[in-house]
């Protein structure tokens, strides 16, 4: 028996930006004339390169084969072509090249309510889903409590998935994707939407589908995860397969990667015209009121998020999170962006927030920084995984008197109370 659930062959995937969008439909004289002037469309773009500009190639010549039973990561910056690669193995989008097969049954969580009609209620969706997986309703009802109750959505069962908040979308979709059984089980990062508990409780599912012999690929910036559930991991950048080997020197590989090519400072662009908020510029700043990426352990340094609120919002939060060289969270700051005297009210318009991190607090070495803009277990606006980097420099903190000793990631400074409590 093929011992292989996945095997991918020099797969590509080209898109087309900034292509003009025509306004009406196209009738039959525009279809025969298509037809009439391809051949010569095909020999003009031979000869000129003018549209190479407006296209990217999302995946190029990516190779690998996944066996039945393992668990892979994959890892990688935004736009790296992580969520490109899932869709074309679920087939919601075709390669532009390559080839890749497919053997056995493919359940896929890629963003929320993928596969669920939103006409439809939970339970009607369930077995939809199950459906598509090719199951009996016999086994999807067998399913089916453990589905309702691993989601938490009892109540809303019966009420139809448009009316469902992103976390209820997301807590429903996960336990279809994983409890109806399929061979091949593809999760995107859409795990960030739900609460730190519901998180804990989908990688905890996923460690159980793995132990039961079923094929994994999960995406995921979450280098903790990927590290706990993935023995093996791949590594994409700009579209290309760069490492293809053990979850533990991968990461490390990636980190030392965009550790030593992180700026100090990242000004953005508007992702789109449709965004309700958005970062313009991420930066740390050094002690001397300038962008640094060396900064000193003895002295205060600051991050500074720049952002743009395209609309009047409620109970936005800013956030951000330092990483270390293997990809752990070291601490994060939230911060709500608006005034509670109104309700977190926030107003059209750009703002700058600045947050000190004192001296003596982070052990020294490099770190990178992730952004978030977003309305709490609601939905995520913006979110920049690893924009900047920096390397924070011994410069006199007390730690020093410990060289080669591993003191953990922070500095503390607690309150110490001694008291003599007898003679000797």
């Known amino acids: 028996m093929n011992d292989i659930a996945i095997r991918v062959e020099n797969l590509s995937k ?4 900034g292509a003009r969008q025509t306004a009406r439909y196209h009738t039959l004289r525009d279809t025969l004339m298509d037809v009439i002037r391809a051949p010569f469309r095909g020999w003009r773009n031979g000869a000129s390169n003018g549209d190479e500009e407006h296209t990217i190639w999302a995946l190029k010549d990516v190779s690998f084969e996944v066996k039945r039973g393992e668990v892979v990561g994959i890892i990688g910056r935004n736009g790296a072509g992580k969520s490109t690669l ?7 989008t075709e390669p532009s090249g390559g080839r890749a ?4 049954r493919v359940g896929s969580l890629l963003e929320v309510g993928t596969g669920f009609h939103p006409e439809l209620t939970g339970r009607e969706n369930i077995y939809l889903n199950g459906a598509i997986l090719g199951m009996r309703k016999a086994e999807i009802e067998r399913k089916f409590d453990e589905i309702v109750a691993f989601a938490e959505v009892e109540k809303f069962i019966d009420t139809p998935v448009k009316h469902y908040s992103s976390g209820m979308y997301v807590r429903l979709a996960f336990a279809v994707a994983a409890h109806l059984e399929p061979e091949i089980l593809l999760v995107d990062e859409v795990l960030a939407v739900g609460d730190a508990a519901f998180q804990k409780k989908c990688l905890g599912k996923m460690g159980d589908v793995a132990k ?3 094929t994994v690929l999960f995406v995921s910036h979450n280098m903790g995860a990927v590290n706990l559930l993935c023995p093996r991991s791949f590594w994409l950048d700009s579209g290309e397969l760069k490492l293809d080997d053990s979850t533990e020197r991968v990461i490390q590989t990636y980190l030392d990667k965009i550790s030593n090519r992180a700026e100090s400072e990242v000004n953005l662009d508007r992702p789109n015209q449709n965004c309700e908020a958005y970062f313009n510029r991420i930066a740390v700043i050094a002690h001397n009121g300038r962008p640094g990426g060396r900064v000193e352990s003895s002295k205060p340094f600051y991050v500074e998020l720049e ?4 609309r009047p919002l409620t109970g936005l939060e800013v956030s951000f999170g330092v990483f270390n060289e293997q990809g752990v969270r070291v601490f994060t700051c939230y911060k709500s962006a608006g005034d509670p005297r109104h309700q977190d009210y926030f107003a059209p318009g750009r703002y700058r927030s600045r947050v000190e991190i004192p001296d003596s607090f982070l052990m020294p070495g490099r770190y990178t920084i992730t952004a978030g803009l977003h309305q709490p277990n609601v939905r995520l606006f913006d979110r920049k995984d690893h924009i900047v980097g920096f390397q924070l420099i011994d ?3 007390h730690v020093t008197r410990f060289v080669g000793s591993d003191g953990g990631q922070v500095i503390v400074s607690f309150s110490w109370s001694t008291t003599k409590v007898s003679r000797e």
């Open 14 to 17: 080209q898109y087309r930006i």
């Open 86 to 92: 899932l869709k074309i193995l679920s087939r919601i």
């Open 101 to 104: 097969e497919i053997h056995g």
């Open 212 to 214: 039961e012999g079923r």
């Open 307 to 310: 952002y743009t609120i395209c």
């Open 395 to 397: 410069s006199g903190s």
